[in-house]
C-alpha cells in the first residue's frame, strides 16, 4: 500500500510540474508567434525534444519494435493534430481563451476513456473534472463568450488532447514510456516539417533570431521534451480523469506567468477560478488516495 501511494503521489507532483512547464509556454508561444509562423514552430520544438530524448536515452533505442511504433504512430498523429489546432488557434484568439478552450478535455476524458479502454470512471471525478473546467472558464475567459475561428479551432484542439491522453493510458500499460515518447515525438515532428512549407510557406529568416532561438529551444526541451516524458511515465500510475486534472492547472500557471512576463493584473473573479481548480485537484486526490488503499 505504502509503495503504491507513494507511487501515485509522486506521479501526481509529476503532472503539476508538467502543467507548471504548459504555463509558462502559452507566454513563449503567444510571444513567438509574431515572429515565426505555427508549423514551423512546432517542427522546431518536436524535432529538439526528439533529438534531445534520443541522445539521453540512445541505448534503449534498440528495443523499438512493430507493436510500439504503432502506438508512437498514434500518439504521434494526435499529438500534431492538438498543437497543430492549438497553434494556429492561439494566432486568432485570447491566450486566455486559448488555455480555457484547450483545457475542456478535463471533461471529456472520463468519458473517452471509458468508451476506448472500457473503463468506468467514478462521479466524483466526472464531478471534479466539471468544477476545474468552471474554474478555468472564470480565470480565462475575460471578454464575451462569442467564438471566432480561433477558439473553435481551440476546442478542437482540446478533443484532440483528450483522446491522446486515453491512448496514453491504452499503450503505456505495454510499452516503454520513454521510447513511446520518443516516437510520438518524432512522428509528430516529421508531420510538422511536410506541413510546414505547404502551409507557411518558405523558411522563416526570423527564426535564427537570439530571442526566437531562446524560445525555441524552452519549447522544445522544457514544454515538449521533458513535459511529455513526464507526462507519459506519471500516467502509468495514475487514473487517466485524476491526470487530466492535473494537467488542466496549465491554465492557473498560464495566468499566473501572463500577470509576471505579460503585465496582466488578477481580479477578484479569476481568483474565484484558481479556487474552483485547486477544489477540483483536492477531490481527485482523495478520490485516489480511497482507490490506492482499496487496492492494498
Known amino acids: 500500500m505504502k509503495n503504491s501511494n507513494y507511487m501515485s503521489r509522486q506521479a501526481s507532483a509529476g503532472l503539476l510540474l508538467t502543467a507548471l512547464i504548459w504555463g509558462f509556454a502559452f507566454v513563449v508561444v503567444k510571444s ?84 476506448i479502454n472500457n473503463q468506468k470512471t467514478k462521479k466524483i471525478n466526472i464531478a471534479a473534472g466539471f468544477i476545474a473546467l468552471l474554474g478555468i472558464g472564470l480565470l480565462s475567459l475575460r471578454q464575451d463568450f462569442m467564438m471566432n475561428i480561433g477558439d473553435l479551432l481551440t476546442l478542437l484542439c482540446g478533443v484532440a488532447f483528450a483522446v491522446h491522453m486515453v491512448f496514453v493510458v491504452k499503450y503505456t500499460a505495454n510499452h516503454d514510456p520513454v521510447l513511446l515518447t520518443v516516437l510520438q515525438l518524432g512522428i509528430a515532428a516529421v508531420m510538422s516539417w511536410i506541413a510546414a512549407p505547404i502551409i507557411d510557406g518558405g523558411f522563416p529568416a526570423e527564426a535564427f533570431h537570439t530571442d526566437i532561438i531562446g524560445g525555441m529551444l524552452y519549447l522544445g526541451l522544457m514544454s515538449t521534451m521533458l513535459a511529455f516524458l513526464l507526462q507519459n511515465v506519471c500516467q502509468k500510475y495514475i487514473s ?57
Open 240 to 296: 487517466p480523469s485524476t491526470a487530466a486534472i492535473l494537467l488542466s492547472t496549465e491554465s492557473v500557471f498560464g495566468i499566473m506567468f501572463s500577470i509576471i512576463f505579460l503585465a496582466e493584473k488578477l481580479s477578484l473573479r479569476m481568483a474565484v477560478g484558481c479556487v474552483l481548480i485547486f477544489v477540483a485537484i483536492i477531490l481527485s486526490q482523495l478520490k485516489l488516495k480511497k482507490e490506492v488503499n482499496k487496492t492494498a
Open 32 to 115: 513567438s508567434l509574431d515572429k515565426i509562423d505555427p508549423f514551423y514552430m512546432l517542427a522546431f520544438r518536436f524535432s529538439i525534444a526528439t533529438l534531445g530524448l534520443s541522445i539521453i536515452f540512445f541505448k534503449r533505442l534498440k528495443n523499438i519494435n512493430l507493436s510500439m511504433l504503432k502506438g508512437g504512430f498514434v500518439l504521434g498523429l494526435l499529438l500534431f493534430i492538438g498543437y497543430a489546432l492549438q497553434t494556429v488557434g492561439c494566432k486568432y484568439t485570447t491566450a486566455g481563451k486559448n488555455a480555457f478552450l484547450t483545457a475542456a478535455y478535463v471533461v471529456m476524458v472520463p468519458f473517452l476513456h471509458r468508451l
